[in-house]
Structures are given as C-alpha cells and as structure tokens.
C-alpha cells in the first residue's frame, strides 16, 4: 500500500515537471514573443515576457524571437542590440518617427527580418548639421550597423521616410535582402545604401532620392564589404539626382521591371564633377534579363566591363547609351537570343575599348558617334576594336556611325549605320583595318571620310569628295572641286585631303531627337570638297543624292533586290557588304525606284582602304586621327 500511494503521488509531479521542461525548451527553441503598441507617451506590452528593455517610447530587443508593433509615435525607437540574431519585427501598420536616433536601429552583427503588414511609415529627423559633432547620430530611418544583416519583407507596405539624410543605410560588411513587400523610400541623400551587399528578390521598390538610389558602394578603406548588388526580381522605380542603381564591384540584374531616371533626365544639365548614371558598377555589369527604361543625363549603363545577355531596354541618355571603359559584350556567342535595345537619345550610343556583338538587336540614334571603340585614355597599345559576330543592329548618327580607334570586323549579323550629313564625319570610320568575313552590312554617308573594307567584297555607290573612285561606277567621277575625271582614274588629286575637323572647345552638340545633325555647330569640314555644306548634298557634284525618306535599294544584275532600306538624311555613298556579293559583277543602286548609279564589286586588298579611295591604299597623310573619346568615368 505504501508503494502504490508513492505512485500516485509522484506520477502527476513527475509529469508536471516533464511538461514545464518541454515548454520552456519550446520557448527557448522559437525565441520570445509579443506584441507591442507605441503611443507618444509609452510602450505598451501586451504581456509580462522576456528579451526586451522598455524605457519610455524606446523599446530594446535583446533576445531572439518574434516582436509585434503597431501604433503610432511621435518620437521612438526600436533598438536590436549588438550580436542578438533571429529577430523578426512585425510592422503592424506601425508609424515611428524620431529625431534623435534611427526608427530602427540593427546594432554590430545583428540579424533581424521585418515583415511589413499593413502600411508603416518610419521617418528620421535627425538634425544632418550635428553628424560631424554627434556621437549619436544615424542619419537613416533603418540603421544596419557593420557585420549585421536585414531582411526585408512580407506583404504590406513600407514607407521610409529619409528626411535628414539616408531611407535605408548599411554599414561595412552589412547585408540588406529585400522581398515580397512594396517598399517606397524617400532620402535627402542615398535612398537605399549598403556597404556590403544588397540584393533584390522579389517585390515594388519605389525610390526617391536627392543623391543615388540604391547602391552599394564601400569606403575606400573598407576592406570588409563587397561592394555588390544582385537583383533577381521585383518592380523598381528610381528616381535619383545622382545614379540609379550601383555595385561598387559588381551589379548583377537577372529579372525584373525598371523605370530608372536620373539627373533630371536626358534633356538636363549635368553638373560638373557630378555622376548621374542609370545602372552603374566600377567592375563588372551583368544583366542576364529584365525590362529597363533608362532616361538620364549622364550614362545609361556605365561600368570597367558590361555585358548584356538578354533583356530590353529603352534608352535616353544625355551621355553614353552603354559605356564600358574596357570591354562591352552584347548578346551570347552562337546564340539566337540577346537583348533588345533602343538608345532613342544619346551623345554617343555604345562606347567601349573592345566592343563585341554577338546577339539580339539594336537601334542607336547618337549625335556624335553611334558605336565607339574607344575610352578616355586613347592608349594606342590598347587593342580597340568592334567585332559584330550577329544580331541586327540599327545606327543613326551625328558623327561617324561607327568608329573605331582600331579595327573594325565583320563575322556575322546585320548592320544598317548612317554617318553625319557633313563630310567631317563618316559612316565607317577605322584607324586599324575593317575585316568584312561575313554578316551583312549597308554604311551610308557622304564621301570626305568614307573607308570601305580593308578585306572582303564589298560594293561602294558615290563620288568621291577628295577624288578617286573604286566605285565601278558608270558615271565619271568628280573631284574635291567638282570637275570630273574618267572612271577608271582611282587615285585622289594632291592636296584634295584638307585638315582636321574644327575643335568644339569641349562642348558637346545638343543631341537632336531624331538623330540627324544639321547644325553648324559641328565641325563640317567643307574644305573636304564632294559638294557637301552643312548637311546639305549637292547634286552637281555627286552621282546621286539620297534625302530623308528616300528609297534605297541594291539590285544584283539579274534584278534581285539584295538589300532595301530608307535614307534618314542626306547622303552621296553608300557602301554594301553581304555574302553573296561576287567581285567583278556589277551591282546597281536604286534610288526612290529609279536607277541611280551603278558599280562593280572590289575584294578588298588586306590594307586600311583610304578616306573613300576604294582601291586599297593608305589613309592619306595628315589626315585627322580620331579622337572622339568621350569617356566619363566617375
């Protein structure tokens, strides 16, 4: 008896301990939970609990766990101490604003997730004119202090209000992840800034900025972050004074929707020692999909290396539509798919040291040069160079539709460029040589500068301004003065090369909207001859003359149309490269449905063809070298 009564005694005690034990493990496995209201006066818990400090409306969290906030305060703030990890803040239509300190403050190698429900708003008011004397001061609404981590989600609304200087900012080697929520910033200064990582999943960012939108970009002395920022997704919305969206290292865009406009637009006013760029990286920019429209008045796209694989883009850019100070990369090598992207305004469309093209489709309309081999140095050891392997590609250009400061190459894919309506400029313009291997292409230009291939067939229409022929053609040819020469007298009359353009005093032209240059602003070179002045042809002293809307099209002598376009300004050469073309037939050009001119396909001889010569010779002596360059590293 004794027994059994023991057991009944100390059974119940037993499993009351053992329940008490399994609860506190649970608690201690999920970490704490409660709920929170701000008033201007108070704190409020909704209950008794643990890993949190209340000191009037500042409330503390030092301990994992789950912490509810609603309410509405004047001034307060909610701290995560240093090294405590596994905090989620659930923003429960919570507003918070202070003027002493950051709304929320994630202290050293903390880890904390908000999860917005609801719209919140947190607003910083910090006085920005303390932030040197300050030991205090923040300067952000969010606050991720070095080495901790924020995550940024849920289903609701977020409203970060930067008033004194920063919506969100991160210190050396923080991380910030966004998904899932509509986050809407506005900042004095950077909108979203992190020195060591950001990173987009999903989600609608909204971003207004009087400096950068959203970047990450360390100290020089920081040796701690990373400096990057990946985007995989999400609708994003950038309006920034300075640059859209940076990666110090790297930007990488794998998904998403984009609307970025910086520096006022393209139409604005850059401001000296200013940077106002799209999407922006001082190492490697990759965008491997994604929708963007871009309107800034500095570069669009601008980084040391810029590939682009897929996505489309529409660009207006007061500077560069895409400038790579060393390489740019456009498409993917024997591939069918790549991006599709339209420059509608620019100074110079594509800018790069090597610029490649491999896929997709492009139409530029630059007022100075559409595509430019080239960057700020010039460094002549550099090996510059325009390599079109395929897609389809479109200039419209002001300057030389393309130009390289080394050699440009045929491999594949379809080219349609239109050079300056001036003979300062050209449609193709090479200081190497100009490989033709393959693809199909159509230059149409004037005559002062014209270059054909140095290698390959090809067939040239057009007088020559500086004399000449190579054309073929069954027109006598004219001289720089006008007066004709016989056909077959291909060699250019002495002194008819003239001198450099005139300089622009480092001013660049307005960009027109619709590419065309007929201002005499730029330098035109009148003293080239072919009948050209200010944009306009003379048609005494060309063969044919091509305008704006006119008809173009390239018959083979059994009448098959090989190619058609649509003449953009006034031109006198058109230049024809495509795989079927066979040297010594005759080819004929048609203009608005009538016979203009007709000419006999050359191979070329494998050395730089002359400013038009056509035959293979040198470029002649004293002739302008490029300098175009119009890099702007910032």
């Not at 009351?16 to 939970?33: H, M, P, Q, R």
């Not at 392997?389 to 239109?418: C, K, M, P, Q, R």
């Not at 004709?484 to 353009?501: F, K």
Request: glycine share 16%; proline share 2%.
């Amino acid at each position: 008896m004794t027994i059994t009564f023991f057991k009944n005694r100390i059974l119940p005690i037993l499993a009351g301990t053992l329940l008490a034990i399994l609860l506190s493990a649970c608690v201690s496995a999920s970490g704490n939970s409660n709920a929170f209201t701000f008033s201007d006066d108070a704190v409020t818990a909704a209950a008794e609990g643990a890993g949190y400090t209340i000191d009037g409306t500042n409330l503390t969290i030092n301990a994992a766990g789950t912490y509810t906030l609603s309410g509405s305060c004047a001034e307060g703030s909610v701290t995560v101490k240093k090294e405590v990890t596994g905090v989620t803040l659930v923003l429960d239509s919570l507003t918070l604003t202070s003027s002493t300190t950051a709304p929320i403050l994630c202290n050293q190698s903390s880890s904390v997730t908000i999860e917005a429900q609801g719209e919140s708003t947190l607003t910083n008011t910090e006085d920005a004119s303390t932030e040197a004397s300050s030991t205090s001061f923040e300067g952000a609404a969010i606050k991720v202090k070095s080495g901790a981590s924020l995550n940024l989600t849920g289903n609701g609304i977020l409203n970060v209000e930067g008033t004194c200087k920063n919506g969100v900012k991160g210190g050396a080697g923080a991380s910030v992840t966004i998904s899932d929520l509509t986050l809407t910033i506005n900042a004095a200064d950077n909108a979203l800034s992190c020195d060591g990582s950001v990173a987009v999943d999903s989600g609608v960012l909204i971003l207004t900025a009087g400096n950068d939108g959203l970047k990450s970009d360390p100290d020089v002395d920081d040796t701690e972050s990373d400096g990057t920022v990946t985007i995989n997704g999400g609708t994003v919305t950038i309006t920034a004074s300075g640059d859209g969206i940076q990666g110090a290292s790297a930007l990488t865009i794998n998904d998403g929707a984009f609307t970025v406009t910086t520096g006022g637009g393209c139409q604005a006013v850059l401001a000296e020692d200013a940077s106002a760029k799209g999407l922006k990286s001082g190492g490697m920019l990759t965008v491997n999909g994604g929708s963007f429209i871009l309107d800034s008045v500095d570069d669009a796209l601008h980084a040391v290396n810029v590939t682009l694989a897929a996505g489309t883009y529409t660009i207006s850019s007061g500077d560069d539509g895409i400038h790579a100070d060393e390489v740019l990369t456009l498409g993917v090598q024997d591939s069918e798919n790549g991006p599709d992207i339209t420059v509608a305004a620019s100074y110079e469309g594509f800018e790069g040291a090597a610029i490649a093209l491999y896929s997709g489709s492009g139409s530029i309309i630059a007022s100075d040069d559409g595509i430019n081999a080239a960057n700020g140095d010039l460094d002549r050891s550099y090996g510059f160079s325009l390599d079109i392997h395929g897609g389809n590609w479109y200039v419209n250009a002001g300057g030389d539709a393309l130009d390289s400061n080394g050699d440009i190459n045929f491999y594949g894919g379809v080219t349609e460029f239109y050079g300056s309506a001036n003979n300062g400029d050209s449609a193709q313009d090479y200081d190497g040589s100009c490989v033709y291997q393959g693809g199909t292409f159509l230059a149409v230009g004037t005559t002062g500068m014209a270059q054909m291939p140095s290698t390959g067939t090809y067939v040239a229409f057009g007088s020559i301004g500086m004399g000449g022929g190579g054309m073929g053609g069954q027109r006598p040819q004219h001289t720089a003065d006008g007066t004709q020469q016989p056909a077959d007298d291909m060699e250019p009359p002495d002194g008819s090369q003239g001198g450099a353009a005139p300089a622009m005093n480092g001013q660049k032209p307005a960009p027109p909207t619709d590419g065309t240059d007929d201002s005499t602003t730029r330098g035109q070179r009148d003293d080239l001859g072919g009948g050209m002045m200010n944009g306009t042809v003379d048609a005494d002293t060309s063969e044919f003359v091509i305008a704006k809307g006119s008809e173009i099209v390239i018959k083979d002598s059994s009448g098959n149309v090989l190619y058609s376009a649509t003449g953009v300004k006034a031109a006198n050469s058109v230049i024809f490269g495509a795989e079927t073309l066979t040297e010594g037939e005759t080819y004929t050009l048609y203009i608005d449905g009538e016979e203009a001119v007709a000419a006999i396909a050359k191979t070329g001889t494998g050395t730089e063809q002359g400013f038009a010569a056509g035959v293979g010779g040198q470029r002649p002596a004293g002739a302008a070298e490029s300098t175009e360059a119009q890099s702007s590293a910032a």
